[in-house]
């Protein structure tokens, strides 16, 4: 019925927390000498593209349900715009939908990117290792 709305309102919130970071992120490289901040921005990818990541999961996985919500005729193009929110017994329904499915989909989105978030930062960790073997390997 209107599930959608949790994992949208957390794609809301995480966009902002997103610019949020993404502009202190260029702050610090604007701060740093050229050279340095080349190699800072190259040599991992930042914490804000991570979180675009999340961003797109829950975007994308929030029009999807939206669509089919649509689809179904659940979601209406006039007010109260939830057809569930129309009668009150309805809309303890959708609700307790909400609160059990719609926050189980987002942190099932949100466990998904943890994962996906720790295997990169595991893999960016033994790429960065390999450089830095193969360096001293070659001043030797």
């Given at each position: 019925?209107?599930?959608?709305?949790?994992?949208a309102?957390?794609?809301?919130v995480?966009?902002?927390?997103?610019?949020?970071?993404?502009?202190?992120?260029?702050?610090?490289?604007?701060?740093?000498?050229d050279?340095?901040?080349?190699?800072?921005?190259?040599?991992?990818?930042?914490?804000?593209?991570?979180?675009?990541?999340?961003?797109?999961?829950?975007?994308?996985?929030?029009?999807?349900?939206?669509?089919?919500?649509?689809?179904?005729?659940?979601?209406?193009?006039?007010?109260?715009?939830?057809?569930?929110?129309?009668?009150?017994?309805?809309t303890?329904?959708?609700l307790?939908e909400?609160s059990?499915?719609?926050?189980?989909?987002?942190?099932?989105v949100?466990?998904?990117?943890?994962v996906m978030?720790?295997?990169?930062?595991?893999?960016?960790?033994?790429?960065?290792?390999?450089?830095?073997?193969?360096?001293?390997?070659?001043?030797?």
């Amino acid at each position: 019925m209107a599930c959608f709305l949790v994992p949208a309102g957390e794609a809301i919130v995480t966009t902002i927390v997103t610019k949020v970071i993404e502009s202190r992120e260029k702050a610090v490289l604007a701060k740093l000498p050229d050279s340095e901040a080349e190699t800072a921005a190259s040599h991992k990818p930042a914490i804000s593209s991570k979180m675009k990541w999340l961003n797109n999961m829950l975007w994308g996985g929030s029009a999807l349900l939206m669509f089919e919500h649509i689809w179904h005729g659940e979601v209406v193009p006039w007010f109260p715009f939830l057809t569930a929110a129309a009668d009150p017994a309805d809309t303890a329904e959708m609700l307790s939908e909400m609160s059990t499915v719609g926050v189980s989909m987002a942190l099932a989105v949100t466990g998904v990117w943890a994962v996906m978030a720790a295997v990169s930062s595991v893999i960016e960790k033994r790429k960065t290792d390999d450089s830095e073997k193969t360096e001293s390997e070659s001043a030797a």
